[in-house]
């Protein structure tokens, strides 16, 4: 896990981000660093407000630091145009959202096969991957249903295959379980699991469940946009 | 992302609102059906009006003395009619070519005098295919030679005169010195066209009887009438014939001759095409608010496809190709709800009787039927089907390019 760890994957140094709500300036991160290696489980939590979701939204370039420097593979995201961050988003980052948010009029298969198609990866190679992939997260012979044909975990599993799909170099991981029960969690959770563990997938979750934060192999606590707990949980 | 894939994203983009892509479809189907039967209508019935015109007058190409438009007397006639009736016969386009004095005249009875209008013709060389009233001849025929000593009367023309047929009847005309010259004629024929300058004013008359009346060589008329195969070609038949006419001679098109009729035809297109311009706004309308507000209620699923990886630019092509999709299908509807009744109304036609009369009207001397007929010109429909297909594409313009400025962070809301 030491070797492992030595190569960031994400780097946030002094960060900030100031929304205007009104007349009122709201700091959402005040000069927050830190480094996400390659291959962590991480889990970011704190109080609503304290800048969970601003630092999902930074590191996937949806939204721009205030000041400080974010870095995804090496590139710094400020350099960046439109264009480019979509390629970055594209190719560096996979989401999964809480709400799942998969595309309603493809199916299973090619929900999971989007990105590898935006991509312009070749049709076979997608579907050998898209195939593999179902099968890991358990839902072969569903590939051609539409998303209100699943449940809610299902559609999440479809999201997970999505966000691993193309190879990211980190997953975002918004409150993946807060919308399904406990038994369904714990499923979602061991796949991810297993995808961090058998093929060095980088995630990083915004969450208040503890059944992450229990499964996560660090976490970071943050409260009124600082980090105030960043441990490492060895025993994981 | 293949384009094929954006392709069937937005085929089943398109349907996902059934009851809004119906509604709009029908939009472009009924203003599709609406452009092409109101084109078809008027494609059909100026041509026809245009034919007609032709067959009442000096056909679709007109070759006369060069001043003769501006001057028309009988000092200013063609002397080599045959040469060029030849000549324009070589012509592909040209179907018929014939010769005839044209000109005014006095005709009196016994009862009185009344002005008409005259043409002279050669029966064994006419038919109706060249001259439309022919076929108007109520009572008598046609003459039996163009040395005959008859004379066709409008109805109304002979009504007033008091004749009959066989009645005696005397034509006065100026001859090319400006002398009065009389000819004498039996009523052979009576013409009843519905169209009352015809009826009360025109009178047909042998070609050599006038001829040797006005002291004209068997070459020489007034005008040489040229017939076509399709009345759109008439400028550059014209064009042509002009070339091997001479220099003494014009080469007029029927617009050119007729200018009344022309100017009817340019108001009645220029009208038609400002209504089908504001069909074309009312279908760009709909198929905008369509894929506005179907872009506007889709804001978060772009954000979230920004977020995964789909450019700006992908998101633009998406909503284009859901255009062009509504676009293809609502033509594909105009095709369907159109044929029935397009098929009935060129077949059966519209009788507009009831509203403007058995007899139908008249335009510059020309009777337009009351049944409305349709017939559109190829090139009228892909004209048609071109300008709905860009009109779709314009209105998918905006909605493009607002789903491509999207904003992930401010549409996803991630907590």
Redesign the interface.
């Known amino acids: 896990m030491n070797d492992i760890k030595q190569v960031p994957v994400v780097e946030l140094k002094d960060v900030t981000r100031t929304y205007r709500q009104g007349d009122v300036d709201v700091n959402a991160l005040r000069g927050l660093t830190l480094t996400i290696n390659k291959g962590e489980f991480t889990a970011v939590c704190g109080p ?1 407000g304290s800048g ?2 601003t630092i ?2 930074i590191i ?1 370039a ?2 721009v630091a205030s000041s400080g420097k974010v870095s995804v593979e090496g590139k710094d995201l400020s350099s960046l145009n ?2 480019e961050l ?2 970055m ?3 560096s980052i ?2 999964v ?2 709400a799942y ?1 998969l ?4 199916t299973a298969y ?1 929900n999971a096969e ?2 590898m ?4 990866i070749a049709a076979d190679e997608r579907r050998n991957r898209v195939m593999d992939l179902l099968s890991e997260v358990g839902l072969e012979g569903m590939e051609d249903r539409k998303p209100h044909q699943l449940s809610g975990g299902q559609q999440q599993r479809i999201a997970i295959a ?2 691993i799909a ?1 190879n990211p170099a980190v997953i975002l991981a ?2 993946p379980t807060a919308n399904v029960d406990s038994d369904t969690a714990d499923k979602l959770l061991d796949i991810m699991e297993t995808l961090n563990r058998k093929r060095g997938v980088t995630f990083i979750f ?1 969450t208040h469940d503890p059944k992450v934060m229990d499964r996560a192999r660090r976490i970071v606590r943050l409260i009124d946009g600082r980090v105030v707990i960043d441990e490492n949980r060895k025993n994981n | ?2 384009g094929s ?1 954006l392709g069937v ?1 937005a085929w ?2 398109i349907w ?1 609102n059934l009851r809004r892509t119906v509604l709009t479809i029908s939009s472009i189907a009924f203003g599709t059906f609406l452009a092409v039967i109101s084109t078809g209508i008027q494609d059909r019935n100026f041509s026809e009006m245009i034919d007609l015109a032709a067959r009442m007058g000096g056909g679709h190409v007109t070759i006369q003395h060069k001043e003769y438009q501006d001057y028309p007397t009988m000092s200013r006639t063609i002397e080599n009619c045959k040469e060029i009736t030849k000549s324009a016969l070589k012509d592909k386009q040209v179907k018929h070519v014939v010769t005839r004095i044209t000109g005014h005249t006095m005709i009196s009875t016994a009862k009185g005098s009344y002005g008409a209008g005259f043409m002279a013709i050669d029966p064994l060389k006419e038919d109706d295919k060249t001259l439309s009233i022919i076929k108007n001849i109520v009572k008598g025929s046609m003459f039996a030679t163009s040395m005959d000593r008859g004379i066709i009367l409008g109805e109304r023309l002979a009504k007033n005169l008091g004749a009959k047929m066989g009645s005696k009847v005397v034509y006065t005309m100026t001859d090319r010195k400006g002398e009065i010259v009389r000819g004498l004629a039996h009523v052979s024929g009576i013409i009843r066209t519905g169209a009352p300058g015809i009826d009360s004013g025109l009178s047909i008359l042998p070609i050599d009887s006038v001829r040797k009346i006005l002291g004209f060589s068997e070459n020489e008329a007034i005008q040489v009438a040229v017939f076509i195969e399709d009345q759109r070609k008439s400028k550059q038949v014209a064009k042509r014939l002009s070339k091997k006419s001479g220099t003494g001679s014009a080469t007029l098109t029927w617009n050119e001759v007729n200018p009344e009729l022309a100017g009817f035809i340019s108001m009645k297109i220029g009208g038609a095409i400002f209504m089908e311009m504001l069909i074309a706004v009312l279908v760009a309308a709909g198929i905008f608010n369509t894929l506005f507000v179907s872009v506007m209620e889709r804001l978060r ?1 772009f954000g ?11 998101l633009f092509r998406l909503v284009m190709l859901e255009s062009l999709w509504l676009g293809l299908v609502g033509l594909v509807s105009g095709a369907i709800v159109t044929a029935g009744p397009y098929y009935y109304l060129a077949s059966k036609g519209l009788d507009m009787t009831a509203m403007i009369g058995e007899g139908g009207s008249e335009v510059a001397g020309v009777a337009i039927s009351p049944i409305f007929h349709v017939g559109i010109f190829p090139e009228h429909a892909a004209l048609i089907a071109g300008a709905v297909f860009i009109t779709t594409m314009i209105s998918g313009l905006y909605p493009a390019w607002r789903a491509g400025r999207v904003v ?2 401010d549409t ?1 809301k ?2």
């Open positions: 609503s969970k979701t999902l939204n996937g949806l939204d439109r264009r979509s390629i988003r594209r190719d996979g989401f959202f809480q948010n595309i309603p009029v493809l090619e989007i990105v198609s935006l991509q312009g999505r966000a193309a918004d409150e915004s | 992302m293949e894939n994203m089943r983009n996902r699923e979230i496809m920004m977020a995964i990886g789909f450019s700006p630019g992908s992930p962070v996803i991630l907590v």
